[in-house]
């Protein structure tokens, strides 16, 4: 079976509507077929500054939410990075063979540490895409499915997994980005040209799944929209209506061009309150199930124990060939 990889931080206590539509959705379809390895990745987090009692929270929090959303442990490997020693160790090789220049180059880092300036910067942010490379690469994954603004990240890994196996022969897979085109960018609700983000986007642009449904239905009622008032899908022209559309049709499983004729004759406003009730239809329950693992630390901690447990099976054999392809003395 296929491996794929995924992660998300903790860096927030919630979740947004951007990671589940462009990350977590398909994390939960793909666990059917594929060998499905899924973590909360503490150690990217520390990237930025954290407060150590809510990252500890925020983690267990992380986990429930993606139980919540539907991983099952017995159908995908769910553990924390941080259990997992070998990604910090295996980081290490990644970054003697990644260049300086290279690294340079993620677009990624020059938005998040134009945030910090250079005083507030961390060496860690800057290498973060190599220890994501080190993540994907640890689990010979074929796929990873993540939203658009990590494929820069899935490209590096691409090349430095075959730099790696140029040079010492064939021992990595290269594994390939699953981004699906329709939500791989939900984009801020105040700000219809950047990306909904945990770390960046105003309380007011921001769905939270956590919060009180009724708090994130006012958000998409007063969502910007575009001049005109026709609703019709076009990325240049109306960024925010295409925003909600896009969003509408992921929820609600209709074509983009199903609610524009759906939509014909009413105004924006008609968009946004279906978008309210069809988000507080499926944020409740995801809300309920969330709060039953959130109830149960000790059954939480047992999962991610396990998961762990597994994930270091596949993660130590990795890591013990790449030692010894690269030359190291193994240990007596
Ligand atoms: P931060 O701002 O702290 O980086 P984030 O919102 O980007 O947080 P991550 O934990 O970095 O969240 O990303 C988890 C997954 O969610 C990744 O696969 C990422 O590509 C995806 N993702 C994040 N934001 C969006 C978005 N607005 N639309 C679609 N996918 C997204
Ligand atoms: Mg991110």
Redesign the pocket.
């Known amino acids: 079976r296929p491996r794929v990889l995924?992660?998300?931080?903790p860096?927030?206590g919630s979740f947004?509507l951007?990671?589940y539509?462009?990350?977590?959705r398909q994390w939960v379809d793909l666990q059917k077929d594929n060998d499905a390895f899924y973590m909360v990745?503490d150690l990217?987090a520390i990237t930025?500054p954290q407060d150590p009692a809510t990252l500890r929270e925020n983690t267990r929090v992380s986990a429930a939410q993606l139980l919540g959303a539907g991983l099952d442990p017995d159908h995908c490997t769910l553990f924390v990075q941080s259990h997992v020693p070998e990604h910090a160790q295996l980081a290490w090789v990644m970054n003697c063979l990644t260049g300086f220049g290279e690294a340079s180059r993620m677009t990624?880092f020059k938005d998040?540490s134009s945030r910090y300036g250079a005083e507030g910067t961390t060496v860690g942010l800057f290498t973060y895409p190599i220890l994501q490379i080190a993540d994907i690469l640890l689990y010979q994954a074929d796929a990873v499915?993540?939203?658009?603004?990590?494929r820069q990240h899935v490209e590096i890994t691409r090349d430095i997994a075959e730099r790696f196996n140029t040079r010492y022969g064939r021992t990595l897979t290269v594994p390939k980005p699953y981004i699906l085109k329709e939500?791989?960018?939900?984009?801020?609700l105040q700000d219809p040209a950047v990306?909904?983000?945990?770390?960046?986007s105003s309380p007011k642009g921001l769905v939270s799944l956590l919060d009180d449904p009724k708090a994130s239905a006012k958000k998409f009622k007063s969502a910007v929209t575009d001049t005109g008032t026709v609703v019709s899908y076009d990325e240049e022209g109306k960024p925010g209506v295409s925003n909600l559309l896009r969003v509408h049709s992921a929820l609600s499983g209709q074509s983009v061009e199903q609610l524009v004729a759906h939509f014909e004759g009413k105004m924006y406003g008609a968009l946004k309150t279906e978008l309210a009730e069809l988000f507080t239809e499926w944020v409740t329950p995801f809300q309920e199930r969330t709060r039953l693992f959130l109830d149960d630390p000790a059954e939480l901690d047992r999962v991610l124990a396990i998961g762990a447990e597994k994930a270091r099976e596949v993660a130590s054999v990795t890591l013990e060939t790449v030692y010894d392809r690269i030359g190291f003395l193994p240990a007596a």
Request: net charge positive.
């Open positions: 995924s992660g998300i931080q860096t927030s947004h951007g990671n539509l462009g990350a977590v990745v990217h930025v990624q998040k499915p993540v939203g658009e603004d990590q939500t791989a960018k939900i984009q801020d990306k909904m983000s945990k770390s960046a």
